[in-house]
């Protein structure tokens, strides 16, 4: 197949592209941002028609969550624009459009995971961008679009919540992190396992929820942080988010429900505290502060 990866260089198109190059006969365009802009219409349009995929994955986002609370036009840009030109080109060329997607798009005051069909309810500019995003895509391209939403990523590329709880382990005797926030951490790399088997099988357009089974909260991901380190989880501390004031709210709890995947018969991402050990064994040196 012939695979066009929009959003490249960050951490889930990375390991995207690294995990395409290792399977036989599988052609892979990988452009960054400054390769491919994808709210430039031309642009776009020429990629597209040139290249001709199979498959579109759009990585592409603008994930500054609290500069978005200022700028909100360019996560708009980049969120909402972006994926609806990338639609109109699928749907003109037959190509799956493959969308990534966030939690942000729910209001956070859930007590049980989101199912996929949810009302989304964005309380910040970054999801309201990315929900434009997705309600683009499914109005352009009903037939081929794909929204994957996904929750609390990190990789070994780029930066990340793991790399900096790593950094502040090393220049803090204690951490204080929020426990009243709740989620499910998601590798990247496992992660774009499955975003390969999406777009590999005969499945049904729509949206989908793809994150790392079960549930914690920041609190608990830096203790294990901690522990994959080496490092005693005891001097994590729990505090509340009011202190920790930010300009773009975030959810109090973002867990997002796989059912919809696992119905449609495609395979389940890691238990997230079994992902992390893997991530540390595999990259463990790419989470380390230099």
């Given at each position: 197949m012939r695979w066009l990866v929009t959003g490249a260089r960050g951490q889930l198109g990375t390991d995207l592209h690294r995990l395409l190059a290792e399977r036989?006969?599988?052609?892979?365009?990988?452009?960054?941002?400054s390769e491919l802009d994808v709210a430039d219409r031309v642009a776009v349009a020429d990629a597209v028609a040139r290249f001709q995929p199979d498959v579109v994955v759009n990585c592409a986002a603008y994930n500054a969550v609290d500069q978005a609370e200022t700028d909100p036009a360019a996560a708009h840009r980049v969120n909402a624009?972006?994926?609806?030109?990338l639609a109109a080109e699928a749907a003109r060329s037959g190509a799956k459009l493959i969308h990534i997607s966030t939690d942000y798009v729910f209001d956070g005051?859930?007590?049980?995971?989101?199912?996929?069909?949810?009302?989304?309810?964005?309380?910040?500019?970054y999801g309201?961008?990315?929900?434009?995003?997705?309600?683009?895509?499914?109005?352009?391209?009903?037939?081929?679009?794909?929204?994957?939403?996904?929750s609390w990523v990190y990789g070994a590329h780029g930066n990340n919540f793991v790399k900096t709880m790593a950094r502040l382990e090393r220049s803090n005797e204690t951490l204080n992190v929020v426990d009243d926030?709740?989620?499910?951490?998601?590798?990247?790399?496992?992660?774009?396992?499955?975003?390969?088997?999406?777009?590999?099988g005969d499945y049904p357009p729509g949206?989908?929820?793809?994150?790392?089974?079960?549930?914690?909260?920041?609190?608990?991901?830096?203790?294990?942080?901690?522990?994959?380190?080496?490092?005693?989880?005891e001097r994590v501390q729990p505090t509340t988010t009011?202190?920790?004031?930010?300009?773009a709210p975030r959810p109090a709890f973002s867990v997002l429900s796989d059912a919809e995947w696992l119905a449609a018969g495609l395979p389940p991402m890691m238990e997230w505290?079994?992902?992390?050990?893997?991530?540390?064994?595999?990259?463990?040196?790419?989470?380390?502060?230099d």
């Open positions: 036989p006969g599988e052609e892979v365009l990988a452009v960054g941002s624009v972006g994926p609806a030109l005051t859930a007590v049980e995971p989101y199912p996929v069909d949810a009302p989304t309810n964005p309380r910040s500019a309201r961008s990315k929900a434009d995003g997705e309600q683009a895509v499914r109005e352009l391209a009903p037939d081929h679009g794909y929204v994957v939403r996904t926030q709740t989620g499910a951490p998601t590798w990247t790399y496992d992660l774009a396992g499955r975003l390969i088997d999406l777009a590999a949206i989908y929820h793809c994150t790392g089974r079960g549930r914690t909260t920041w609190f608990g991901f830096t203790r294990a942080i901690f522990a994959e380190l080496g490092k005693d989880p009011d202190k920790f004031p930010r300009p505290r079994e992902a992390l050990a893997a991530a540390f064994a595999a990259d463990g040196s790419a989470y380390l502060p």
